[in-house]
């Protein structure tokens, strides 16, 4: 008896899947977990052709990412592609003229989406901040008609209303959005994903649920209901 209810719940589980639920095949990385917090995010760049892992089946959402990579997928995103480059060469001094990042810096600069810093030099493989990515993404989808006015003068101040307001970034547990906080490949995926899908409310598509093993069936569960580990029940 106990065989087939357990039997009945699992063709339960797998008919009734929850509402939303995300099947990542075809843009499933070998270290991605469905319970990553930017796997959702990840997995539509993916599908949309925003970003694409490595030869050995990766993604490696922790590591941070650089200047030009933030630029093309920022650029793919908002509906930019090399094709869309002036014949005008950007200048800067440290820029490989046969890099492949060529056709997005040069319409870049010549849209004011990117500029170089106080020395003139692009730095393309220096990581990039969270503002700095917010800013590129604001101007690239041209969407600086929407930036709130501030009184605070920091350059980034308007940016970073914006991102509060429409919930672009997640703060960290003291509710600090640290402006300044060098980027990862999952938080850049995770910023234009919430940009795309504004406004962002924070709903959850899919979760995890964990149970009880059948050694502990007649236990005592926290609330104190013995725990039946062929019936319905679950921790959370």
Known sequence: MKSRLFLFGLILALLFQPAGFVEAEGTAYDDLATNQEYYTAISAMTEAGVVSGYEDNTFRAMDEVNRVETLKMILVATGHDEDDAGTDMAPFEDMDETAWYIPYVNYAYQEEI????????????????????????????????????????????????????????????NEDYTPEATLTRGELCELIYRFQNHPYTGEVEFGDATYYGYSYDGANTASGTPLEAYGFMAAH
């Open 114 to 173: 990117l500029t170089g810093d106080e020395a003139g030099t692009l730095r393309p493989e220096s990581s990039v901040n969270r503002v700095e990515a917010l800013k590129m993404l604001i101007l690239a989808a041209d969407k600086t008609s929407e930036l709130p006015g501030v009184s605070n003068d920091t350059w980034y101040s308007s940016y970073l209303e914006y991102a509060v307001e429409n919930a672009l970034l997640v703060p960290d547990s």
